[in-house]
């Protein structure tokens, strides 16, 4: 059975920096596709960054230049650095494998893999 | 402001069907990426409910169904229990923003 954890979130000051923590077990993390999303307080879902299998990554521009999303392969970890923190970036953090399907010779690709395991969600609250 | 849209609530009695509509344009669901459905239940993380726009993961019921045409896709519950209350989310890729993107989620209330 595949878990996620979230560790790391807590409150934080106006342009400070966190590292959010994603450990994993019942997957290697380092072939699977990885991604963050947060939920704001009292509101949707949205996606923030992604890791490919190969270690590509991709974040969506609200938070492009500010977080880096990354993985140790011995901890079997994910990772989200988070600089130059603001008000909006105020919210629960979830980590969450991407997976494709398909039944003999097709696959999806990339762009369709979903969301299949979450982790608990951790907690970042950006204020002074 | 989410790229795609979703009705911000629904309601219907025990044993009623209804329907939640996703819409949005053409470069996401109109330029022909799936669309997956997930649950959150109040308190918890979502949960996949439907992916690739009609496929139950093992453990879903089939009380709940989704299809997509065009620049739209729905999710259909029938059978509604009391505790199918919770929000839902639609979700695809847009490639004008190299992303993945969700609806704003819509609050089931079951009468």
């Known amino acids: 059975e595949v878990q996620l954890v979230e560790s790391g979130g807590g409150l934080i000051q106006p342009g400070g920096s966190l590292r959010l923590s994603c450990a994993a077990s019942?997957?290697?993390?380092?072939?699977?596709?990885m991604s963050w999303v947060r939920q704001a307080p009292g509101k949707g879902l949205e996606w923030v960054s992604v890791?490919?299998?190969?270690?590509?990554?991709y974040h969506a521009d609200s938070v492009k230049g500010r977080f880096t999303i990354s993985r140790d392969k011995s901890k079997n970890t994910l990772y989200l650095q988070m600089n130059s923190l603001r008000a909006g970036d105020t919210a629960v953090y979830y980590c969450?494998?991407?997976?494709?399907?398909?039944?003999?010779?097709?696959?999806?690709?990339?762009?369709?893999?979903?969301?299949?395991?979450w982790g608990k969600g951790t907690t970042v609250t950006v204020s002074s | 402001h989410s790229v795609l849209t979703q009705p911000p609530s629904v309601s219907g009695a025990p044993g009623q069907r209804v329907t939640i509509s996703c819409t949005g344009g053409s470069s996401n669901i109109g330029a022909g990426y799936d669309v997956h459905w997930y649950q959150q239940l109040p308190g918890t993380a979502p949960k996949v409910l439907i992916y690739g726009n009609n496929n139950r993961p093992s453990g879903v019921p089939d009380r709940f169904s989704g299809s997509k045409s065009g620049t739209s896709a729905s999710l259909a519950i029938t059978g509604l229990q009391p505790d199918d209350e919770a929000d839902y989310y639609c979700?695809?890729?847009?490639?004008?923003?190299?992303?993945?993107?969700f609806g704003g989620g819509t609050k089931l209330t079951v009468l």
């Open positions: 019942g997957i290697t993390i380092n072939n699977s596709y």
């Open positions: 890791i490919y299998g190969g270690g590509s990554t």
């Open positions: 969450a494998t991407q997976v494709g399907y398909g039944s003999g010779n097709y696959y999806v690709r990339y762009f369709d893999y979903y969301m299949d395991v």
């Open positions: 979700q695809s890729y847009d490639s004008s923003l190299s992303g993945w993107v």
